[in-house]
């Protein structure tokens, strides 16, 4: 079973995610994660999506943390590929964000890629849902050109990073919301930058680029 979420309000729910975004929402956006949220609160007591540890701060903590991803996007960057999707967190967060990305969320779990599903179609987003594992080899259903590759609180194996590669160009790039630790990359990828996240001293963002020798 996992943690039931705060009842909140949709004004007190704005409130927390605009004070918690680096960049103004449009009221679509708000609105579309709103929508998200409302489904989070319905399926995490039977789903378990979303921890005890961090229910009371969902809002600042995995909305926020995902928005902040925001001013490191490229123009460029359209196909985006999120490993380890869960709760929706980054992937669903900036397809609601920037409108001009096509999402897909790779999520391993059954139930789980149910939810993302069912949240992405009510939202009307634009993502779709692998219901897969990434390894070294990419699974059917993967676009053929990948421009950015995120993943938060997910350590991905060396082999699903070489996997993903062969799907990727100089141009594109890869943001990992990590701790202290630095994930073991392919002798390809070099890290770009790390940027700290608000309210913590150990949670950052860390930037990658591909094709690097």
Known sequence: MGARLPELGRMEFESRLRGSSPVDLAAEC???????????VRWNPTVSLVGPGTADEIV??????SLA???????QWRTVVDV??????????LAAAVPLLE????????????????????AALPCSCLNARVGATPPEGL???????????????????????????AKSGALFW???????FP?????????????SRVRSILQARVGAE
């Open 30 to 40: 708000v609105e579309r994660l709103w929508i998200h949220y409302r489904e989070l």
């Open 178 to 184: 990590v701790g202290e630790e630095t994930p073991d």
């Open 103 to 122: 999402v897909i969320l790779v999520e391993s779990r059954e139930r789980k890629c149910a939810f993302l599903e069912a949240a992405a179609r009510k």
């Open 187 to 199: 002798k390809s990828w070099k890290e770009a930058g790390r940027f700290q996240l608000p309210g």
């Open 69 to 75: 991803a925001i001013p490191l996007l490229e123009a």
């Open 143 to 169: 676009p053929p050109k990948i421009d950015l590759v995120t993943s938060r609180g997910v350590s991905l194996p060396q082999s699903a990073l070489e996997g993903l590669s062969s799907r990727m160009d």
């Open 60 to 65: 600042e903590r995995h909305y926020g943390e």
């Open 84 to 93: 380890g999707s869960g709760a929706g967190f980054p992937a669903i967060v």
